[in-house]
Each structure stands twice: as structure tokens, then as C-alpha cells.
């Protein structure tokens, strides 16, 4: 079993404390994401659980065992990182089989992980080639079938598709969500991209200056994040935010209203908001709809900026009074530039916090 738990885990250079008090569970078999922004700790989090870290204080368990002093090679572990770090002068052979070379495996058994490795990621026919006449792609491959041949309890993977394009990342996206299908194993990744996230995960951390702001199921995420911080950070475009004063709280119903925004009544489960406070309303760019009639709808403003992407229009709106709204329109919509545009949304699809 591979299971990881972090509990209560800091740490600290000098009086700096960078990760602060993470409490983790990873069950065995699943995809878990490690999310924030730059500077967060998702990386030196992977770092303290592949040993390349200490842990100031708190307990990291892999397989029931606790591994706080056990040294890297020891954990079961096997770490894919940004960059390559392959041998220029080995072939991608070499490459893969160099740690089984190491540790002294017999020639056959060597091989035959490597072909499986090979096998697995549809790399067989490279075997021969040295990194030079490889794509970076490729060379992420060959990083990969690396850690496969180790036959790692927990995989974990450092930001590994950062130094491709686009059209690559997408790529290998599917490559190693493939991967965790066919190998069943426990990974953990770490990445600023919330696509990444949102498309590999079974669960995912977000993390915010060292600290867990919320975990859970992707779509949990995107549906019901826990606060503004996560509900902006996850989501493209990020979510629009209003400041708004609560005119009548009830059970289940909150009413607000803003300079421009006729009140709307939110169906909210929790309480915690009183009236006459002031709270934050978040709405996703996606459930923003445009209304022909210009005299309806909840926000009205100018048009300042259009994006036509083709099976979506993203739409920057300057409000009449006073500041800005996104909105993604899933269509392409012929929107001029400096037009008067009326936008509506369904209560249940927006979002309230308590303002900070």
C-alpha cells in the first residue's frame, strides 16, 4: 500500500516558516495535484516528501511507515522533475536503465523493465536515439520511463510539462494521465496551472502561503470553493468579484444589492452573513448571459475589450458604475467595441463571502 500522510508538517529556514502546519491524506492509487500560485510551498512540500527536505517538525508516513529520517532511495519513491536531467552522451536506453545500473541489476531483468517501461510510454522505437535527436516531449518521456522502471511505491513529479508549448503540454497531459490509469499507482504532482489540475486530479490541494486553503474533487473546487482565494484561482477566466451590502439575511436566502446590481437573492446554505454587513459576490465568467434588451438584466456597461476564440467570446465590461466584469459567452457573438451591453445571471450559480 501507498498511501501518504502528512501531519501537522512546517517548515522553516532560520525563522521563516514556509509550509505551516499541512495536514495531507493521500490514498493509495490516487492523482493528487498540489496547486497555488508561485511562492505558495507546493514544491518544497513535494520536496520534504521525496526527502530532498527536511521536515521542521510534523510527521510524514509513506505505506503506514514513518519516513521523517529515512533517507530518499529509501522511501519508494521515485521524483520526475522540470527539468530533464538525462545524460547527453547515454542513449534513451541508457538513460532509462541508468539507476537499475547502479543498484546492480542483472542485465536481463534490466531489460525487460526497460522495454516495459518503453512499452508503456509508446517509446520503443527510440530506444537507440541519443537526447539530442529527441523532441522535449520525448525527453520528458524518457524522464518518466526512468522513474517507471523503479517500480516506485508513490510517483511524484515537480512541475514536468512547464518547458513545453502548449500543444505539447496537452499532450503529455494525456500521456501521464494514461500512465496513472495503467499503472494504478500514487502520484503526486505539483503545478501553477489550474487546467492541469482540473484535468489530471482525482484530488487537489490549493495551497496559498504555505498553507492548505482547500481539498478536495476538482469539480467540488470549481462548484463550491471554500473561500475567494480558491474561487479565484480556480476557474479560466477567474471569477468576477463585486463588493455588495446584504439588505436581508434568512435561512437559505440571502438578498444583496451594489451600486448598479438590482437586488438579487442568493440561495445560500450557510449563514453567517447579517444585514447591513457588506460581503463579496463571485460570479463565473461562464454563467454570465448577455440580454438583447439593454434595459434588463442585473449589470450594464460598455463593451472595452473582445475576445473571439471561436467556440467562446470573452468579453471585458466596463460597468456604468463603476468597475469591471468578465464574461465568457459560449458562442461567438459579433460585439463591438465601445457597445452598450446588458448582463444577467442565475442567482443559484453565484457565489458569496464574507468580505476580508
Known amino acids: 500500500?501507498?498511501?501518504?500522510?502528512?501531519?501537522?508538517?512546517?517548515?522553516?529556514?532560520?525563522?521563516?516558516?514556509?509550509?505551516?502546519?499541512?495536514?495531507?491524506?493521500?490514498?493509495?492509487?490516487?492523482?493528487?495535484?498540489?496547486?497555488?500560485?508561485?511562492?505558495?510551498?507546493?514544491?518544497?512540500?513535494?520536496?520534504?516528501?521525496?526527502?530532498?527536505?527536511?521536515?521542521t517538525s510534523g510527521t510524514l508516513e509513506i505505506g503506514g511507515r514513518l519516513v521523517n529520517e529515512v533517507q530518499p532511495k529509501d522511501r519508494g519513491i521515485a521524483m520526475v522533475f522540470q527539468t530533464y536531467a538525462i545524460f547527453p552522451h547515454m542513449s534513451v536506453r541508457e538513460n532509462v536503465a541508468f539507476g537499475l545500473t547502479i543498484a546492480g541489476m542483472p542485465k536481463a531483468e534490466k531489460e525487460r523493465k526497460v522495454m516495459e517501461a518503453a512499452r508503456i510510454l509508446q517509446m520503443e522505437h527510440l530506444l537507440d536515439r541519443r537526447p539530442s535527436q529527441l523532441?522535449?516531449?520525448?525527453?520528458?518521456?524518457?524522464?518518466?520511463?526512468?522513474?517507471?522502471?523503479?517500480?516506485?511505491?508513490?510517483?511524484?513529479?515537480?512541475?514536468?510539462?512547464?518547458?513545453?508549448?502548449?500543444?505539447?503540454?496537452?499532450?503529455?497531459?494525456?500521456?501521464?494521465?494514461?500512465?496513472?490509469?495503467?499503472?494504478?499507482?500514487t502520484m503526486v504532482y505539483v503545478t501553477h496551472d489550474q487546467v492541469e489540475a482540473m484535468t489530471l486530479a482525482d484530488k487537489i490541494v490549493v495551497l496559498k502561503d504555505g498553507t492548505v486553503q482547500q481539498v478536495g474533487a476538482p469539480m467540488d473546487l470549481y462548484h463550491k470553493p471554500a473561500n475567494m482565494?480558491?474561487?479565484?484561482?480556480?476557474?479560466?477566466?477567474?471569477?468576477?468579484?463585486?463588493?455588495?451590502?446584504?439588505?436581508?439575511?434568512?435561512?437559505?436566502?440571502?438578498?444583496?444589492?451594489?451600486?448598479?446590481?438590482?437586488p438579487v437573492t442568493l440561495p445560500i446554505e450557510e449563514g453567517g452573513f447579517a444585514a447591513h454587513s457588506t460581503a463579496r459576490l463571485g460570479i463565473r465568467p461562464q454563467y454570465l448571459e448577455v440580454y438583447e434588451d439593454a434595459a434588463a438584466?442585473?449589470?450594464?456597461?460598455?463593451?472595452?475589450?473582445?475576445?473571439?476564440?471561436?467556440?467562446?467570446?470573452?468579453?471585458?465590461?466596463?460597468?456604468?458604475?463603476?468597475?469591471?466584469?468578465?464574461?465568457?459567452?459560449?458562442e461567438d457573438r459579433p460585439l463591438q467595441l465601445g457597445s452598450q451591453i446588458a448582463l444577467g445571471f442565475a442567482p443559484e450559480r453565484a457565489h458569496l463571502f464574507a468580505k476580508t
Not at 148 to 175: C, G, K, W
Open 1 to 55: 500500500m501507498a498511501e501518504v500522510k502528512l501531519t501537522d508538517v512546517r517548515k522553516s529556514y532560520g525563522k521563516v516558516e514556509v509550509i505551516k502546519g499541512v495536514d495531507i491524506a493521500i490514498n493509495d492509487g490516487e492523482f493528487v495535484v498540489f496547486v497555488g500560485p508561485s511562492g505558495c510551498g507546493k514544491s518544497t512540500l513535494l520536496r520534504m516528501i521525496a526527502g530532498l527536505e527536511d521536515i
Open 135 to 185: 523532441s522535449g516531449g520525448q525527453r520528458q518521456r524518457v524522464a518518466i520511463g526512468r522513474a517507471i522502471v523503479r517500480d516506485p511505491a508513490v510517483f511524484l513529479f515537480d512541475e514536468p510539462l512547464s518547458n513545453l508549448d502548449a500543444a505539447l503540454r496537452m499532450d503529455m497531459r494525456m500521456e501521464i494521465g494514461k500512465l496513472h490509469q495503467e499503472l494504478g499507482a
Open 229 to 262: 482565494f480558491v474561487a479565484g484561482f480556480i476557474g479560466s477566466p477567474s471569477m468576477n468579484f463585486m463588493d455588495v451590502q446584504v439588505v436581508e439575511a434568512r435561512p437559505g436566502a440571502v438578498t444583496v444589492r451594489a451600486p448598479g446590481l438590482d
Open 297 to 330: 438584466g442585473a449589470l450594464h456597461g460598455e463593451v472595452a475589450l473582445v475576445e473571439r476564440l471561436g467556440t467562446e467570446t470573452v468579453v471585458d465590461v466596463t460597468l456604468t458604475r463603476g468597475g469591471k466584469v468578465v464574461a465568457a459567452l459560449a
